[in-house]
């Protein structure tokens, strides 16, 4: 028995070496596999004109981060995403559910433009027209941890109107697609053509209702133009603000 202890002894080193081999061997195979699929499978899939500067992939950890990603349309930027994190539960995937522990978006810019029947361009295939068919069946086991946005900038444009939109800050907290009943932590801080709206919101919903409690923050808002914006004849002229507390 000693002799086979000190004949293991003299082989850890071995065995050792060849285990980081494997280990790091079957790393960089699936960082070369999942960057083989966004590149050549995923990518040009996306719109002409899509330039994504570097992608950074741990496929053990399940992490993807993403920098300098935009989208051109005749030379117009219409969407900039400096950097995109995401951190995915990869035991969770073993038993069919998607959780995503971490979505980081951060100093982003996106450009919409509204059309005569009311739908919205961003420079992707069109959406906001027929909804599609809802399959009966039960929706797919996805949840998000947390969300983060920082820096986004949305350029919003309507015929001749135009109205710019910074998201300095949107933390939502834990979402699931299948719980009946959850309770969402909301927190925000735009600003609205330089006005500032801040909220710190818990959203309650239970099968198709929602409630919305906490608190809601506006500097003097232009009515006329919000009205305009959302493609109403004004009703109501002048500037309001609000300090609420909703229940």
Do not use: C
């Amino acid at each position: 028995p000693m002799s086979k202890i000190a004949r293991l002894a003299d082989r850890l080193p071995l065995i050792l070496f060849v285990s980081v081999v494997v280990f790091f061997g079957l790393y960089l195979a699936g960082v070369a596999a999942m960057r083989y699929v966004v590149e050549s499978q995923l990518h040009p899939a996306l719109p002409k004109g899509t330039h994504i500067g570097e992608i950074h992939l741990n496929p053990f950890r399940g992490s993807i981060e993403v920098r300098r990603f935009y989208l051109r349309n005749d030379g117009v930027p219409r969407i900039r995403v400096d950097r995109l994190i995401g951190d995915v539960d990869m035991l969770q995937i073993f038993r069919g559910a998607l959780v995503v522990e971490r979505l980081e978006l951060q100093d982003a810019y996106v450009r919409v433009d509204r059309r005569k029947d009311g739908s919205f361009d961003l420079g992707l295939p069109e959406f906001g027209g027929e909804p599609a068919e809802q399959d009966e069946g039960p929706p797919p086991d996805l949840g998000l941890q947390a969300v983060r946005v920082e820096g986004l900038r949305i350029d919003y444009r309507d015929g001749d109107m135009q109205s710019r939109l910074l998201v300095k800050r949107l933390e939502v907290g834990e979402y699931s697609l299948r719980a009946q009943r959850q309770e969402i932590p909301i927190s925000f801080e735009i600003d609205w053509d330089n006005q500032t709206v801040s909220s710190a919101l818990s959203l309650t919903l239970e099968g198709q209702a929602w409630r919305a409690t906490g608190s809601l923050q506006t500097d003097l808002l232009d009515l006329e133009r919000a009205q305009r914006l959302a493609r109403l004849e004004p009703q109501v002229l002048g500037q309001f603000g609000i300090t609420a507390e909703l229940d």
